[in-house]
Structures are given as C-alpha cells and as structure tokens.
C-alpha cells in the first residue's frame, strides 16, 4: 500500500447475540427487552470513542470459531443486506450496510500469507 497510518486502539469484546439487541436499534427485526447492562455500556463507550477518532478505517478481526480455510478478508466494496444467524434465526437478524476498503482488504490478505497463514479472500456479496 502507498500509505501508511496509525493505529488509534484495539478493542477486544465478547460476542453473545443478546447483547446486539439490548437497546433496540430501529435496523433491527426482533425486539428485545433485556441485556447485559454494564457490558452495553461498554460496547456504547468503544462506539462514542470510534466516533469521536473519525478513523478513516475500521478492521475487524473476528476469531468467533476456527475454520477450515483460516482468516477470510472480505474483498466486496459494498455490501448491504439482511444477516440471519443459523443458530439464533429468531434474536440475531439485523439489516447491515457496509463499505469494504478492497485494497487495504488484499493488502492484509498479501500480510497474512506471508506469516503463513491460511486466508481466504471471500467475493460472495451475498457470504
């Protein structure tokens, strides 16, 4: 890459589906009427953050599960849509819309392979 930057932070947060739904964004489908308080006040204090830095990109490493073909990097320059969680259809379904920097995408892929790691660049718009 041409450029180089820096890095703001780094944020490390669990992932259970109830906390997606505690306040009720209006994106999402199921209503919720509870949550972990003290966690989504956490959650809303890394957002406020992130808002108040402005960065100019986001990259989000998500190690929820081990997988056959190692890191995915999306590589799709936008993507919008309905997510629908195999395990939880019911509670984890929320609209989505995003932008992928593709460039900065294969540059981490290019980064990951020479630490001989196992990646994947994923061109489903609909993965």
């Known amino acids: 890459m041409a450029e180089s930057g820096t890095i703001l ?9 109830h906390l997606v739904y505690g306040e009720n964004p209006a994106r999402n489908q199921p209503r919720s009427t509870g949550g972990w308080e003290m966690l989504r006040w956490a959650y809303e204090r890394c957002r406020a953050k992130i808002k108040a ?7 989000v490493h998500s190690p929820h599960w081990m997988t056959i073909v190692g890191h995915h990097f999306l590589r799709v320059p936008h993507l919008q849509g309905i997510s629908v969680d195999p395990i939880f259809p019911h509670i984890f379904r929320y609209r989505y819309e995003m932008d992928v920097d593709v460039e900065l995408a294969d540059a981490c892929y290019e980064e990951t392979r ?14």
């Open 9 to 17: 932070a780094g944020f490390l947060a669990p992932h259970p589906p």
């Open 114 to 127: 020479k630490e001989g790691l196992i990646a994947k660049k994923m061109t489903n718009p609909h993965f």
């Open 53 to 59: 830095w402005k960065p100019d990109v986001i990259l």
